[in-house]
């Protein structure tokens, strides 16, 4: 078994939505990002290298690499789950939580636990999709970004 954790978080803009965990979110906002922007993506896959100790996703997928500028977030999601199996491993379970004053998650859980499902190739049942605010504090609840943690355990395969 091992063990990763994630965090990531972008920068919201006026706009008329977002990507969150392959699934777009629209609303008032829009992300600033070199790729997409799916910071619940992106920090499932820190979560992930961490736990096979591949770096982070940074290091794979460089953001001042034009290669990767307005990229779909799914396309390096499929490509870091490949890299988990070829290390032997496959996802048990994964514990996520949206930090954000905006846009209200709940709504959207059903489609983002099916997506994410989906590209770590588990059952939904092994994706948990949690949403907090901070209660109007800080730079997430005065909505000026959006932050992901992430927790994820791995098995042999
Ligand atoms: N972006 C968000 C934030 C929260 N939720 C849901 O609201 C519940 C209450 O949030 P508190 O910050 O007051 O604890 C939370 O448990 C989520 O169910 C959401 O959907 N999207
Ligand atoms: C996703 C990548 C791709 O270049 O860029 P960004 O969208 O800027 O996202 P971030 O989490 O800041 O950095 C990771 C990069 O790998």
Do not use: W
């Not at 070199?34 to 619940?40: A, C, I, N």
């Amino acid at each position: 078994m091992r063990i990763g954790q994630g965090f990531d978080v972008h920068q919201l803009i006026p706009g008329t939505g977002l990507p969150l965990g392959g699934v777009f979110i629209p609303c008032d906002y829009a992300v600033v990002a070199h790729s997409d922007g799916d910071v619940l993506l992106h920090a499932i896959m820190d979560a992930l290298l961490g736990a096979v100790a591949l770096g982070d996703i940074g290091a794979h997928f460089p953001d001042d690499d034009p290669a990767y500028a307005g990229c779909d977030s799914s396309d390096l999601m499929r490509r870091v789950i490949d890299l988990v199996a070829e290390h032997g491993y496959q996802v048990a379970n994964i514990d996520t939580c949206v930090i954000a004053q905006v846009p209200k998650v709940g709504p959207h859980r059903g489609a983002i636990q099916a997506r994410v499902a989906e590209l770590l190739k588990v059952e939904p049942n092994a994706v948990s999709i949690k949403a907090t605010t901070t209660e109007t504090l800080g730079f997430t609840g005065r909505k000026e970004g959006i932050a992901v943690q992430v927790s994820v355990l791995l098995e042999r395969c």
